[in-house]
């Protein structure tokens, strides 16, 4: 079992940063695909960015140039590092991990950080 823990959250003003980190337990990190999805109010979940055990990334085209995901396989730590922040980024952000066992994905979540970007 994977557990994942978000930290970095907050309330910032528009144009500024912050730097979401997550946690995982276990020995499955280094292999695994992590990624951030967010759920802003009365809205469906969605995918911000993924990263492969590779370092193959992907980003919501919303965030393309302002936001970066990162990995530290030693730490079994994923970040995302986010720039030029907008109120359309206020949102819940989720980590995740997952990987492939017998050709059954092994997905978790970790239980979500609060972002708010106001003045």
């Known amino acids: 079992q994977v557990q994942l823990v978000e930290s970095g959250g907050g309330l910032v003003q528009p144009g500024g940063s912050l730097r979401l980190s997550c946690a995982a337990s276990?020995?499955?990190?280094?292999?695994?695909?992590v990624g951030w999805y967010r759920r802003a109010p009365g809205k469906q979940r969605e995918l911000v960015a993924t990263m492969s055990s590779g370092g193959t990334t992907t980003y919501a085209d919303s965030v393309k140039g302002r936001f970066t995901i990162s990995r530290d396989n030693a730490k079994n730590t994923v970040y995302l590092q986010m720039n030029s922040l907008k109120p359309e980024d206020t949102a819940v952000y989720y980590c995740?991990?997952?990987?492939?066992?017998?050709?059954?994905?092994?997905?978790?979540w970790g239980q979500g950080t609060q972002v708010t970007v106001s003045s």
């Open positions: 276990g020995s499955t990190f280094s292999f695994s695909v």
């Open positions: 995740t991990q997952y990987y492939f066992q017998e050709s059954r994905e092994m997905r978790y």
